[in-house]
């Protein structure tokens, strides 16, 4: 290929963790997607995408696992790709053997790898299958939590501005009570901050509201962990960069996610932002939960 190589998006993930919603959010934005593509011929179509200029040099595949020898094949197409100059992305969507129960069951339909065992039996083999490309993925997102305007607006914020400098970066507030996120790549504990949840005046309101972030900043050590991991974050995020790592998420997480990690997530936010070099989103996955 010859001139600007497209941007390749590779699509894949859990069977039921929203692929196809993915791949619509890609499509509005003006990729050109293949939907089902094997891996043996990812390269065939991204060599193609660049002869034509497809879709002002952004493509994207969904790959999925029903592929005979779906591992070996894919990790093998990426390093052909990358071996021949293509930069690659991969997106893993994954999402809670529950969660993925319950919309197999909302739709009535078997899982793939199911065969004549039960619904929980296709979903242990499909990860055993996929636990190597998760962990190679650049960008894993968990839709447990996430309706499908949510998702596509994760999708639209990590691609709608290919043009955007430097890491992009998810702030997450989350509460430790309903699990950690699995697609964390660092995690800050502020548990250790007293409990506005306790103090009945701020018990109805969120870390949003000024007087629950006036208390939570107030408290000894809030500061100095704001300090603390804005150095850190920025250590990390220039090792990314240099790695070629385009996306982070950072949850921020106490007992409930409602007070001290949406104040904290917040301030974390502003300060990466004003570090400037760097793409910022934040969000609160457990405010009004509940």
Known sequence: MSGRE????????????GRSTAAKALEDLGWFVIDNLPPGLLFAMAEEAGRVKLAADKVAAVVDVRSLAFTTDLNAAIEELDGRGVA????????????????????????????DGRLVDGIARERGILR????????????????????????????????????????LSFGFKYG???????VVDCRFLP??????ELRPMNGLDTPVREYVLSQPGAKELLDAYEE????????????GKSYATIAVGCTG??????????????????????????????????
Not at 6 to 17: D, K
Not at 180 to 186: E, Q, T
Not at 259 to 275: F, K, N, P, Y
Request: net charge neutral.
């Open 6 to 17: 497209p941007a390749f998006v590779i699509v894949t993930g859990m069977s039921g963790a």
């Open 257 to 290: 996610g409602k007070h001290r990690s949406v104040a904290m997530a917040e301030q974390i936010a502003g300060r990466l932002r004003d570090r400037g070099g760097m793409d910022v989103q934040v969000s609160h996955r457990d405010v009004g939960r509940e």
């Open 132 to 171: 190597d490309v998760r962990a190679n993925a650049d960008l894993v997102i968990d839709t447990s939590n996430l309706n499908v305007h949510e998702l596509r607006g994760k999708i639209v914020a990590f691609f709608g501005g290919e043009d955007r400098p430097g890491l992009r970066v998810n702030v």
């Open 180 to 186: 950690l996120p699995v697609d964390a790549d660092l």
């Open 88 to 115: 690659v992305r991969v997106v893993f969507l994954e999402a809670s053997d529950e969660e993925l129960v319950r919309r197999f069951e909302n739709v009535r339909r078997p899982h793939p790898l199911q065969g």
């Open 195 to 200: 409990n506005p949840h306790w103090v009945p």
């Open 232 to 243: 850190v974050i920025g250590i990390i995020s220039a090792g990314y960069v240099r790695e």
